[in-house]
């Protein structure tokens, strides 16, 4: 399920629209209601998927009952989307995260989000 993902970008919105993250997290969700064909938008901005779906942002503010104006705008359109339910999230767009142990990686398939997997534990031997 796709949800907004908490950050800076999230706790800007919030504070522009003069409410709380996760209030403003529930207007959206409430306002956009995703469904599960729109998972693969994880990790896109909300002004991707805005664009994508014709939903015009003056309309959705409107809805939400925000205000329209354009330093909110900017703000509300780099909101990141977010995966949630993956038992290994990636931290970028909440798909589940793949260890590779070739290259001694976590990588997210969806993403392309990597990061070194240390063996400290290991190398302690």
């Keep these: ?6 950050d ?9 629209a ?6 403003l997290v529930g207007k959206i969700l409430y306002a ?14 909300l002004g991707t998927f805005l664009e994508d779906y014709n939903y015009f942002i ?5 809805d939400v ?5 354009p330093e909110f705008i900017k703000a509300f359109v780099s909101l990141r989307l977010y995966y949630e339910g993956a038992d290994n999230p990636c931290p ?4 589940e995260k793949s260890e590779n142990t070739n290259d001694y990686l976590w990588h997210c ?14 190398n302690e031997d």
């Design 18 to 23: 003069g409410t709380t993250p996760e209030e």
């Design 32 to 45: 956009l209601r995703f469904a599960d064909e729109d998972d693969p938008y994880a990790g896109e901005t």
């Design 65 to 69: 009952n925000i205000p329209y104006t």
């Design 109 to 122: 398939p969806h993403c392309g989000w990597s990061e070194m997997i240390f063996l400290s534990e290991q």
């Design 92 to 95: 970028e767009c909440g798909w």
């Design 1 to 6: 399920m796709i949800t907004i993902k908490h």
């Design 58 to 62: 003056d309309l959705l503010c409107r």
């Design 8 to 16: 800076s970008n999230l706790a800007h919105a919030a504070e522009i």
